[in-house]
């Protein structure tokens, strides 16, 4: 059974850091770039970060460039998501992805992954 298990969230005043995690199992993890997706209150669903567990590219979007590290533990099958200088407009279901093939130019778009978590709130506070 694939399993993507989303953790970590929180509540956290701005300026505050959190550290997500996405646990993977029922798949070869190699095989596949992993992606954070963000979805805020009244808003759409937005690709955050990505990484390949190959070769440990990483992209990420420009709101959290230089604020935010994802990071591949390949024996854990786990990617984590470093969350420094939370902002308010940070807050947000956070949800990890996978998606087959780990050459990546990008954030894939939603609809190329194959397996999604299910969310962990982050929420900040001002």
């Known amino acids: 059974e694939v399993q993507l298990q989303a953790s970590g969230g929180g509540l956290v005043q701005a300026g505050g850091s959190l550290r997500l995690s996405c646990a993977a199992s029922g798949f070869t993890f190699e095989d596949y770039a992993i992606g954070w997706f963000r979805q805020a209150p009244g808003k759409e669903r937005e690709g955050v970060s990505s990484?390949?567990?190959?070769?440990?590219?990483?992209y990420y979007a420009d709101s959290v460039k230089g604020r935010f590290t994802i990071s591949s533990d390949n024996a854990k099958n786990t990617v984590y998501l470093q969350m420094n200088s939370l902002k308010p407009e940070d807050t947000a279901v956070y949800y990890c992805a996978a998606s087959w093939g780990t050459i990546i130019t990008g954030i894939r778009p939603e609809n190329m992954y194959d397996y999604w978590g299910r969310g962990t709130l982050v929420t900040v506070s001002s």
């Open positions: 990484v390949s567990t190959s070769d440990g590219t990483t």
